[in-house]
Nanobody, 121 residues
Framework: QVQLAESGGGLVQAGGSLRLSCKVSGRTFSTMAWFRQAPGKERDFVATVSYSGSSTTYADSLKDRFTISRDNAKNMVYLQMNSLKAEDTAVYYC????????????????WGQGTQVTVSS
């Protein structure tokens, strides 16, 4: 069973940057992703990275500011977030894709506990 543990969240001023990390226990050859969920809202797709790291996808509104990457030797997945805005405030989740198809939460079975990101304006 794969376990995921996020870290790196916190409070940051608008315009600042944060780097989130996801520690993956156990080997996985899966696509990995970041999702986020703001209070009272659905869990939204942020970005994916293929096993090799050569292929990435992003939510259209985030691709100019966020960068996903992975280091398989360290079993880590990262999300670099720049030029943060108040609307980026959310709990950010790392997830492992277990079903084919679109990047929707139901195609991901393994989730971390989430890390809170708060952007003050």
């Amino acid at each position: 069973q794969v376990q995921l543990a996020e870290s790196g969240g916190g409070l940051v001023q608008a315009g600042g940057s944060l780097r989130l990390s996801c520690k993956v226990s156990g080997r996985t050859f899966s696509t990995m992703a970041w999702f986020r969920q703001a209070p009272g809202k659905e869990r939204d797709f942020v970005a994916t990275v293929s096993y090799s790291g050569s292929s990435t996808t992003y939510a259209d509104s985030l691709k100019d500011r966020f960068t996903i990457s992975r280091d398989n030797a360290k079993n880590m997945v990262y999300l670099q977030m720049n030029s943060l805005k108040a609307e980026d405030t959310a709990v950010y989740y790392c997830a492992r894709k277990t079903r084919p198809g679109g990047d929707i939460p139901s195609n991901y079975d393994d989730w971390g506990q989430g890390t809170q990101v708060t952007v003050s304006s």
